[in-house]
């Protein structure tokens, strides 16, 4: 049986940037986690944001509280087997 699970990842410029995003999402009462940033993504920032809502709102929320985004990924899992679809720079 294959299982999949599709979420979100924001990677952020430096850390200073993932951790405001943490405390908005926070604030905001959007059920998120950090993560490592997976090895198969390059970034100068070494945490990630995974989250699962609506991945427009989100960003406009960044948007309007100057929060700067590195990457954005749509990750796909099935399995033990992970996609990741880089949708915004």
């Not at 430096?14 to 198969?40: D, G, L, Q």
């Not at 945490?47 to 809502?53: D, L």
Request: aromatic share 10%.
């Amino acid at each position: 049986m294959v299982e999949k699970n599709k979420y979100y990842l924001l990677v952020f410029q430096s850390t200073h940037h993932s951790i405001k995003a943490e405390k908005i999402f926070s604030s905001e009462n959007i059920s998120y986690r950090i993560v490592p940033v997976p090895p198969e993504i390059t970034a100068d920032c070494g945490s990630a944001v995974r989250f699962n809502e609506n991945l427009k709102d989100v960003l406009q929320l960044m948007k309007k509280n100057n929060v700067v985004i590195e990457e954005v990924y749509e990750v796909t899992a099935e399995n033990e087997n992970k996609r990741y679809n880089k949708i915004y720079i």
